[in-house]
């Protein structure tokens, strides 16, 4: 028999253990507007009771579209505590798009932030069904709870929240297709954030930069969740400025910040990083992709240790992190597990387990794993098929357990018969000092099949041109992974968390191709 009582996992007890522990300690930092942990559980609580009061039923989805905000974290707490569940929509998306989404999403209500009022309009309009809307925070949804859509005749569901219902939905990039709907448990969220600290220490003293939309896994569970389950302070800004930041990182005395390189790039190019003080920064962590020697270097020399690592918005989304020790040793690697997290890398042909060094798609299990996509059983069961995450990235493993991810396995093309993985050869670019950006597709070539077309974006104020990256490559890579043409470009393409979206490349080539035709 079973006597362990469930919901002992559940993030709504968070704000309200704070409460008592630290009720003074600045829990949020919004643009100098500040929440203290006891104002934090007040509202938290009061916003929770008024969605019950209003007829809302455990599981019912509340979307939002703002920027990051103070107002939206304590939405975020108000959902834990009334087994509801956050829909935070991108801000970046058209009106159609946005639409999409919301229908996908079918939420009860629908938050907006003034500033965005126009574009959710625009996305309503858009619909068969347009959601109930209410603005958010203090003057808006907290003052009055509007009634949700309907429940289809039925009585909203009324039970104590436990550690396997959803909390979070958060939307996939898109990467290879339409964007999906990731739903998050309690449980899933608390894990992460278990295994965040066994890595990256954040206590009650500690000042968390967040940069990250809250859009994103990452703008909750790289850091801010795990600050304020640990009653650190979070800063909270709503756009990524260079010379903002290294204001804030001054001022603020932040401790620890996360970002994605581009981040760490624009903030090393900016004239006033050499006399930032930046003595409070301990710890900085990079996601996204793996950081350049010289960019790793630049931070180095400034004692500011950087810890890298890999993950994705299913799998909550931490799975390996290269600590700072390892940075300079390991450049190029994501690293080994976290703490509660298992993986493998499986034969993308049979998908047999592949034991000791190897090269194959990684796979991931434990508490981390995500419950599924919303409404989307087949997607669901082909992604966690065989009790495995199916990540559909490439990754090598060497003999000590390390990770180097290659690309995705959706990205590689064949160039006379041999595989190439356009994220190893862009590396290899980004090495280039000239280079700040870069970006490889396959595209169709008579002799070989396919080869690789690099697109690349100088950086400011470096001359190169083909000939110079094409010499550079040629002693870092085979012949076949070489890319045959170069063209600079002004910027790339970007979706999710500022990655190079290869999608969307690919489709201006197609639409150039298609256009040359058509001109024949």
Not at 73 to 100: D, H, I, N, Q, Y
């Amino acid at each position: 028999m079973n006597t362990t009582p469930d919901g002992l996992h559940t993030l709504g007890r968070w704000t309200a253990d704070r409460a008592v522990a630290t009720p003074d300690r600045v829990a949020i930092d919004d643009r100098g507007v500040t929440l203290r942990y006891r104002e934090l559980e007040e509202r938290a609580a009061d916003l929770s009771a008024g969605f019950l009061r209003a007829g809302y039923g455990h599981g019912d989805r509340i979307a939002t579209l703002t920027g990051n905000s103070a107002d939206q974290v304590v939405l975020f707490f108000a959902c834990a505590k009334a087994g509801l569940v956050l829909v935070p929509l991108s801000w970046r998306l058209t009106p159609t798009e946005l639409a999409a989404q919301l229908a996908t999403a079918d939420p009860a209500l629908l938050l907006v932030e003034q500033e965005f009022d126009a574009l959710a309009g625009a996305a309503r309009a858009a619909m068969v069904a347009e959601p109930t809307t209410a603005a958010l925070g203090p003057g808006g949804v907290e003052a009055r709870v509007p009634a949700p859509a309907s429940h289809g005749g039925e009585l909203p569901v009324r039970r104590p929240v436990s550690d396997d219902d959803a909390l979070l939905m958060l939307f996939t990039s898109g990467t290879e297709g339409p964007a999906k709907a990731a739903v998050l448990t309690h449980a899933n969220c608390f894990w992460n954030n278990l295994a965040l600290s066994r890595t990256l220490e954040v206590g009650s003293r500690d000042v968390v930069l967040a940069v990250l939309p809250q859009y994103h896994v990452g703008g909750w569970n790289i850091q801010p969740l795990l600050a304020w389950w640990a009653g650190a302070t979070v800063v909270l800004e709503r756009t990524f400025d260079a010379g903002r930041v290294l204001q804030l990182l001054a001022e603020r005395g932040v401790t620890t910040m996360m970002g994605v390189p581009t981040h760490y790039q624009m903030l090393a190019e900016h004239p006033r990083f050499a006399d930032t003080d930046l003595s409070t920064l301990r710890l900085a962590v990079v996601g996204g992709a793996p950081m350049p020697p010289a960019l790793l270097r630049s931070w180095h020399r400034r004692g500011v240790q950087l810890v890298q690592g890999y993950g994705l918005t299913e799998a909550s989304p931490n799975v390996l992190c290269l600590p700072a020790e390892d940075a300079m040793r390991m450049v190029g690697y994501a690293g080994r597990p976290y703490p509660h997290v298992e993986v493998a890398v499986a034969d993308p042909a049979t998908g047999r387990i592949l034991e000791g060094p190897c090269r194959g798609e990684l796979r991931v299990a434990g508490p981390g794993v995500f419950a599924g996509y919303f409404r989307d059983p087949e997607a669901t069961a082909r992604a966690l098929a065989g009790g495995w995450l199916h990540t559909g990235d490439l990754v090598e493993r060497d003999a000590d357990g390390y990770h180097r991810v290659v690309g995705r396995l959706g990205d590689i093309f064949i160039s006379g018969g041999e595989n190439v993985a356009p994220a190893e050869v862009e590396q290899v670019l980004a090495g280039h000092p000239g280079v700040a950006e870069a970006a490889v597709v396959g595209v169709p070539d008579e002799r070989w099949g396919e080869v690789g077309e690099a697109y690349v974006v100088r950086r400011r104020g470096v001359a190169v041109d083909g000939q110079e990256l094409a010499e550079h490559c040629a002693v870092r890579l085979a012949p076949f992974k070489r890319p045959a043409r170069f063209r600079f470009v002004d910027e790339l393409p970007h979706s999710g968390l500022d990655k190079v979206s290869r999608m969307r490349l690919r489709a201006g080539l197609a639409a150039d191709r298609a256009a040359a035709e058509a001109g024949r």
